[in-house]
């Protein structure tokens, strides 16, 4: 149980176009998903915490008209790369929150999508 | 501020050799701390964790005990196998919130 999956896994865009990640729970309901950034050899990096049908907390330095985060059910959260350039070129990675552990922190985390900006 | 720290990789070892991987956090107040793994082509899976100071956490032969003297988290396994290796993740959660504070993570590659 518990699975999470992330479409598509790899993605390669032309500079200036948008990208979007989704990132569905299988078999749980999440009401918080999180989505991460990680550069190579350094650590995921919180980006933006999504709550269902609520409008995503963005870590400071995070770009909110940039990285745009929709959150539209209790199974799925899409984050929307706009206007990407080579920059944004990264390993994104979402995880969700299992709906009713009351007091848990464990997150389930997708195999996470690599996005190439060319 | 919360960060954490975790020894650079590789890690090479030989099957059934013993492996400990360091980490060590700076939090305000009382974190949680995990340690999390990922598996070539897989998302990371929650290993083991801690809530509290002098907790251990254990599971598959993996072991960490919570050091509040010392602020850290070692990763510990007596023997370790060929499907051991993975990139391993040290984390903590601060104190009543939601959010995962990650080190770098340590590659792990063992050898038969």
């Known amino acids: ?13 032309k500079s200036g176009t948008s990208v979007k990640i989704e990132c569905r729970s299988l078999d749980f ?11 190579p050899k350094k650590s995921l990096m919180l980006m933006a915490t999504s709550n269902e049908g609520s409008k995503a907390t963005y870590e400071q330095g995070v770009e ?15 984050l929307t790369v ?12 979402c995880s969700a929150r299992v709906k009713g552990l009351a007091g848990g922190v464990e997150q389930f985390f997708g195999p996470g999508t690599r996005l190439t900006v060319l | 501020g919360n960060s954490v720290t975790q020894m650079e990789g590789p890690v090479t070892l030989s ?3 013993f492996l400990t991987i360091n980490c060590t956090y700076t939090a305000t107040g009382y974190p949680s701390l995990f340690w999390y793994v990922q598996y070539p082509g897989e998302g990371l899976q929650l290993l083991l ?4 100071a002098d907790d251990k956490g254990s599971n598959k032969g993996f072991e960490a005990t919570y050091r509040k003297e010392t602020t850290s988290f070692h990763l510990e396994k007596g023997s370790v196998q060929v499907s051991d290796s993975a990139v ?15 080190g770098t993570g340590t590659r792990l590659q ?3």
């Open chain 2, 88 to 102: 391993y993740f040290c984390a903590l959660s601060p104190y009543n919130t939601d959010k995962l504070i990650f």
């Open chain 1, 29 to 39: 309901q999440a009401t918080t998903m999180f989505w991460y950034r990680q550069f």
């Open chain 2, 110 to 112: 063992v050898f038969p």
């Open chain 2, 15 to 17: 099957e059934e050799a």
């Open chain 1, 82 to 93: 706009t206007s990407a350039h080579p920059e944004d070129s990264s390993f994104y990675i």
């Open chain 2, 49 to 52: 964790k801690a809530t509290k």
């Open chain 1, 64 to 78: 909110k008209d940039k990285f745009l985060i929709n959150h539209a059910s209790l199974t799925l959260s899409t």
């Open chain 1, 1 to 13: 149980g518990a699975v999470v999956s992330q479409h598509p896994s790899r993605v390669i865009c």
